[in-house]
Each structure stands twice: as structure tokens, then as C-alpha cells.
């Protein structure tokens, strides 16, 4: 997602993008070249100076997958997420964006998969459900979600929270709805572990399920990033949950709610997409 924000947001006159990342590239990097502050989210002395004359911080780091262990978790999305509100706080950053996980309530999904995935089934998920996590790592993101209202409910900053709830968001290669079918890329939460198949066997039962799967939950990079720039904008929300998927038929996430809210405007369909990219 960052990479996404990076493609399609950086180059605007509007942002002068500060990046904080566990590593730096080299110049030469397709994402190298950048102003870097080199430093983990779990180590809040060393994150604490990159929030200093910032109007808003996009939250992004994080143990990502739902395979993780509690051992995996625990300091890069929790006491980092702490940190980084901390730090916006101590800042007085106004805006903070949130990126959290359609996994908060992916018990749904994984209790009606593959169904689920039918345009005509039915059930659609928005902001006012239950959350039904999935995994540790969902688990984390719904306590991001519930520190993030607890600070601007209390604390003078951040004074607006956006907690997005992204679906499949992939890097451009893959930025497609036949992409982790192609790759052999899998949720665990739903699909199972699976080996990346170099030579995928298009007639098979689990790449039609992936494919099934991502034209349901996919987002595209350029829609991600949008979404993440309607955020940026607005100033009016203090706290708001927003799902980031494009405007697939197969969703099974609301985003009327953002379309509403932040004037969240899609422009890709999954359903566009019958066969992968050549």
C-alpha cells in the first residue's frame, strides 16, 4: 500500500511525503531514492523526530499476514501502533490515517466461503457490524482501530481518526484479480498455505477459488490510493471506518459509507477482468 501511495500520490503538489521504514534501498530502487527516516515502529525514540512538522501520518507498518503468532505481533502492531499515536500526539499531527484489514471481520468470509463470493449471495458487510477477527493479526488491527477513537475522544491529537479496512491491495505486477492466483500467493484465514506455483494450473479448483476470492476483495492500487487521498483532504471526520475495496459486484464490503463520507470514488471493477493480463 505504500508503494501504491507512493505511484500515485507522491508526485502531487499538494504532499511532501516523509517515508519511515525498517530499512532503506538503494537510489537505484524502483522505491529507492527516497527522504528516509530508517527506524522501527516498536522503538519509539527512534520514530519520535519524523513527526515533528507533519500534518498527517499514514500508518502502515505492521506485521501484515494472518499467519502470524502472537510473538509476531505483539511489538510491531501493538506497541508500535501505541508509539506512533504517541508520537502523533506529542506532535500535535492533526490527521491520522490508519491502514487496518478487511481480516476484522474476515469470520464472515471464512464462514461462508466461497459462497460469499457471488454477487447474488447477499451479505454485505459495512462500518456498523460486529468485528469477527480472523486472526492475531486482525485481532491487533481492531485494537488499532479502538486506540485510534480512544485518542482523539480524549487527546487533543490526532484530531481526526480514519481506520480503512483495505481488502487485496497488490503490487503492480499483480495489481490485478488473477494476481494471486497467478503468483500462488494465499490467505491462510480462507485458502489454506499454499506453495507459490510458478506454473499455475489455470483449470484447477483453488485457482478459481483465488481468482473468485480477489475479485471480491480486491483494490487497486490507484483506487487505494485515492482513498487514502480523500482522507487526507477531509476535515471533517473525528473518527470513521471506511472499507477500501473497488467497486467489484462480487463485494461483500460496504463502501457506500466512504463514498458518502469522504467522497470515495472507485474507478476499477474486478469484473472488468476475465482473464489475466498477458
Keep these: 500500500m505504500g508503494t501504491a501511495l507512493i505511484d500515485h500520490l507522491a508526485d502531487r503538489e ?3 511525503f516523509t517515508y519511515l521504514n525498517r530499512s532503506d534501498r538503494p537510489a537505484d530502487h524502483p522505491y529507492g531514492g527516497h527522504d528516509t527516516v530508517v527506524a ?29 503468532r502472537w510473538e509476531d505481533v505483539f511489538e510491531p502492531n501493538l506497541v508500535g501502533m501505541n508509539n506512533v499515536l504517541k508520537a502523533a500526539r506529542e506532535a500535535e499531527v492533526g490527521t491520522f490515517v490508519f491502514g487496518s484489514t478487511h481480516h476484522v471481520v474476515g469470520m464472515y468470509e471464512t464462514d461462508n466461503a466461497p459462497e460469499i463470493y457471488d454477487p447474488d449471495f447477499g451479505l454485505v458487510i459495512d462500518h456498523t457490524d460486529p468485528v469477527r477477527p480472523d486472526s ?44 494471486d492466483a497467478e503468483s500462488g500467493f494465499s490467505v ?37 490510493a485515492h482513498q487514502f487521498d480523500c482522507c487526507l483532504r477531509d476535515d471533517d471526520v473525528t ?25 470515495y470514488d472507485p474507478q476499477d471493477n474486478a469484473e472488468e477482468w476475465d482473464a489475466p493480463p498477458e
Design 40 to 68: 522501527d515502529v516498536a522503538n519509539y525514540d527512534a520514530i519520535r523526530p519524523a513527526f515533528d512538522g507533519q500534518d498527517a501520518v499514514v500508518h502502515l507498518a505492521a506485521y501484515p499476514t494472518t499467519d502470524g
Design 14 to 16: 499538494a504532499y511532501e
Design 239 to 263: 473518527f470513521d471506518v471506511f472499507y477500501g475495496v473497488s467497486d467489484n459486484d462480487r463485494r461483500w464490503l460496504d463502501i457506500d459509507h466512504a463514498r458518502e463520507v469522504v467522497g
Design 136 to 179: 492475531h493479526y486482525a485481532a491487533t488491527k481492531v485494537f488499532g482501530e479502538a486506540y485510534g477513537r480512544y485518542y482523539t475522544e480524549n487527546f487533543d491529537y490526532p484530531t481526526r481518526f480514519y481506520a480503512l479496512r483495505i481488502g487485496s491491495v497488490r503490487m503492480p505486477d499483480d495489481d490485478h484479480p488473477y494476481g
Design 188 to 224: 491462510s484465514a480462507t485458502l489454506g498455505t499454499d506453495e507459490a506455483d510458478a506454473n499455475p494450473d489455470r483449470d484447477s479448483e483453488r485457482y478459481r477459488r483465488k481468482v473468485l476470492r480477489m475479485k471480491s476483495t480486491w483494490q487497486s492500487r490507484r483506487d487505494c
